[in-house]
Structure formats: structure tokens, C-alpha cells
């Protein structure tokens, strides 16, 4: 077993203990700082896979920016993480046919992928994630990457237009 | 080559580990080394030497929120920024005059917020 294997379990570890404590947690904020947890390691997965350039994008974009969405969507909203509001679903019944879901799932899946091929392994190595990615983005792929700026424009106009109300009534406020 | 590649991320490793060791350890330390005297008085919240009233998390506005969407749209431009930066040297004029572009419609989008007073503080 190499070093990157033994990295790869841990990251992996944390990335779905990210995901089972975002579930089990009861405080809002806490789930998402899990799920950050979640992100980070999945971005040292991407950093195993010598995705570079998307291991960073991963940091900045997810762990940064959508979380940083979250928290102020959390902030927004009205919530009481009293504990005696919890309510416990589903019977021993509910609960039976959830780990069975979940075990056939698991088969299911392992079967899949058991003896999947997943063809050659990519040739060498691009030491440089990002020129690569940049030659082809701005190079063979304008338009697409001018319709992205088209994209965030409307995201951007279409977030403006339906969180800030217009006209006179907004003045008053 | 896959070698040196796993190996300079060790240092990262290293990196990382010294990153989360150092306030835990300087925190751990500071435990042990100041005498611990709780009473209700020092327990309270510091508000700047106001009372603190009712749940510290409260329903903010729903206008703050824009300024984390334009946050997110400007970060996702910078993802766009960099590989740009890379290659900037080969691909020459061509690439500055789309990225020219790029930063022309998000600008665009900026001046509406601006117009449309987004950008202000209340």
C-alpha cells in the first residue's frame, strides 16, 4: 500500500463522514461546516487524481462561495434548532426498509463497478492543469466560454430582480 | 513523475498538519498556563459593554443576500481569470480581447446592481 492509497482512504473517510455528520448533526450552521469538510476532502481527491487546477477551484468555489451562500441563506431564514422540536420519522418498519434500500443500493453499485473498465489510464500526467486547461478554454472553446459570461450576467440580473424589490415601495423601508 | 508529483504534495501535508497543530497547541498551552475562575458575570456575551438581549442569531434581511450572490459570481470570474493568466504569453491579443469581452458583460451586470442600489449599505 502506497502513500497515495493510504491518502486516498483518509480523504475519502472524511468526505463521507462529512456527509453522514451533516446529516446526523441538529445545529444548521455545524451541518454546513461538516459539509465544508466534505468539500475540502473531496478537493484532496481531485489533488490525488493531479486535477490541480480543480482541487483549487473546488477550495475557492465550494468550500468559499457556497458556503459562504449557505451561511447567509441560513441567516435569512427563521429556524429553532431546539431539540424537542426534533421529531424522531418512521418505525422500526421505516427503518428496516431504509438499510435494506441502502444494502441493495451498496450491492448494487458494487456490482457496477466490480468489473467496470474504465480503459487505458491517462497517459502521462499534464504537469500544467491550468495552461492545459487554458489553451483549450481560450483557444478551441470561445464561445462556450463567452456564453458564460452570458450565464453569470443572467444569474447575476435574475438574483438582483427577484431579491430587491423595485419602485417606491422599497424606498420606504 | 507521479513520484515527485505525490511527494511535493507531502510537503503540503506538512503544511496542512503545522496549520492545525499550531492554534491547537497554542490554545491547549494557554489552558494550562491561565488560572480558570468562571463565575456568571465573565460568562456573559461581550457586547460592548451593552446587556445582551434575546438569541444572538436573528432573521436578517433578505437584501444581504445579494451581496453574497454577487460575491459568488465574481469569485466564479476569477476561476476564469486564472488559466487566462497562464497562457496569456501564447495565445497573445486574441485572448485579451475575449477576456475583454468576459469582463464587459459582468460589467455590465455590476453597473445594474450599482443602478439599481444593490451595492448600498443599509
Known sequence: MSGTDIAFFLLALAAIAGAVMMLQLTNVVHMVLSLVMTFLAIAGLYVLLSAEFVAVVQVLIYSGAITIIMLFAIMLTRHHADDKERQTTGGVGHKAAAAFAVLAFGLAVYAGIRTLDFGADGSALPADNAKAIGQWLYSYYTIPFEIVSVLLLVALIGAIVLAKKDGKGAEDE | ?122
Not at chain 2, 503540503?12 to 491547537?24: D, I, Y
Not at chain 2, 488560572?35 to 444572538?56: C, I, L, M, Q, R
Not at chain 2, 445579494?66 to 459568488?72: K, M, R
Open chain 2, 1 to 122: 513523475m507521479s513520484n515527485i508529483y505525490a511527494n511535493s504534495y507531502a510537503i503540503v501535508f506538512v503544511f496542512l498538519c503545522l496549520g492545525v497543530l499550531l492554534p491547537v497547541g497554542a490554545l491547549t498551552l494557554g489552558r494550562w498556563l491561565r488560572p480558570h475562575v468562571p463565575s456568571e458575570a465573565k460568562e456573559t456575551t461581550y457586547e460592548s459593554g451593552n446587556n445582551p438581549f434575546h438569541d444572538s442569531r436573528i432573521q436578517f434581511q433578505v437584501r444581504y443576500y445579494l451581496f453574497a450572490l454577487l460575491f459568488v459570481i465574481f469569485d466564479v470570474e476569477t476561476v476564469f481569470f486564472y488559466p487566462w493568466a497562464v497562457v496569456y504569453d501564447q495565445l497573445g491579443l486574441f485572448a485579451f480581447v475575449e477576456m475583454v469581452l468576459f469582463i464587459t458583460l459582468l460589467a455590465l451586470g455590476l453597473i445594474y446592481a450599482w443602478k439599481k442600489k444593490v451595492l448600498r449599505w443599509m
